[in-house]
């Protein structure tokens, strides 16, 4: 199941504040993105010289869903001087 929410939460001297957004909106756009490779794939496998490389470069974007999935429950903290940045993958 891919992760639906994206949570940031920022810490800083002044104030802190968390975002939430919702991936739902990234993944539409993936959709248009994977749709336009398969046409582009398509063209690409009718050129017989080429199609072994059409083939290696489009694995990443036909697999993009798999690494997506992988990530849910990942956790990112980043810490500097000034504020402390927390994202999380649910």
Not at 7 to 23: E, M, T, Y
Not at 30 to 55: D, E, N, W
Not at 57 to 86: C, Q, T, Y
Request: charged share 20%.
């Amino acid at each position: 199941m891919l992760p639906m929410l994206l949570r940031i939460k920022v810490k800083n001297k002044d104030a802190s504040f968390g975002l939430f957004f919702p991936l739902i909106l990234l993944y539409l756009l993936l959709l248009v993105a994977i749709i336009l490779c398969g046409i582009a794939y398509a063209f690409m496998m009718l050129a017989p010289q080429k199609s072994k490389q059409a083939r290696t470069w489009m694995m990443f974007v036909f697999k993009s869903p798999r690494l997506i999935s992988a990530a849910r429950g990942m956790e990112i903290m980043v810490h500097s001087n000034d504020s402390d940045v927390k994202m999380f993958v649910k």
